[in-house]
């Protein structure tokens, strides 16, 4: 089983300043390698796929990078709307999916 | 409107059984593999099992393998999960999940999400 680790687990940034998740791999999985967001009481929503290319009406202000092993995601000029939990997860080793155990994004 | 809906979420005894369902609307539910994840309270998410959209293959984390059986019924649209000997370690949310790409097969992420439906498993 490819073993997702995400860094940090908490990450407070202020509002209109950068942040910056980590996600590492146990092995190698491409670039097949997706990110999601959990808002506090929602379901998951797609925001990254392909390490880099942003799913359906998500702003441009979420970028993915990485390839391999290591990846992240930033986003740029945080908002208070992004509070949320991101998850990365590997789709490489199918079917035998793995998510990260998730970043907190707080919002100082 | 692109929407999956789950249902079927309750609160069981250890070593009983429960069958959720994941109704599709606004795509074809017929050309898409389906998935069902799944969220411990407080915890992160688990994917569950997979179903292809021909109904040609079904795959299972190993966590539920022998126990959960996933089907689907594409002429209602709907996609279920039949959880048998549950355990306590099964209490979560389920949500049902869809690729990404139509006939897939694998290798892509999921775009759709239910709303997810509540498992308690408690004596």
């Known amino acids: 089983e490819i073993v997702m680790t995400q860094s940090p687990a908490t990450l407070s940034v202020s509002p209109g300043k950068r942040a910056t998740l980590s996600c590492r791999a146990s092995?190698?999985?491409?670039?097949?390698l997706a990110w999601y967001q959990q808002k506090p009481g929602q379901a998951p929503r797609l925001l990254i796929y392909?390490?880099?290319t942003r799913a359906t009406g998500i702003s441009a202000r979420f970028s993915g990078s990485g390839s391999g092993t290591e990846f992240t995601v930033t986003i740029s000029s945080l908002q208070s709307e992004d509070l949320a939990v991101y998850y990365c997860q590997q789709y490489n080793d199918w079917p035998m999916y793995t998510f990260g155990q998730g970043t907190k994004l707080e919002i100082k | 409107q692109v929407q999956l809906v789950e249902s079927g979420g309750g609160v069981v005894q250890p070593g009983t059984s429960l069958r959720l369902s994941c109704t599709a609307s606004?795509?074809?539910?017929?050309?898409?593999?389906m998935h069902w994840v799944r969220q411990a309270p407080g915890k992160g998410l688990e994917w569950v099992a997979v179903i292809w959209y021909d109904i040609s293959n079904k795959y299972y984390a190993d966590s539920v393998k022998g126990r959960f059986a996933i089907s689907r019924d594409n002429s209602k649209n709907t996609m279920y999960l039949q959880m048998n000997s549950l355990r306590a370690e099964d209490t979560a949310v389920y949500y049902c999940a869809r690729d990404r790409v139509s006939k897939g097969r694998g290798h892509d992420p999921f775009d759709i999400w239910g709303q997810g439906t509540m498992v308690t498993v408690s004596s």
């Open positions: 606004g795509f074809p539910f017929t050309l898409y593999d």
């Open positions: 392909g390490a880099s």
């Open positions: 092995q190698n999985i491409s670039s097949n």
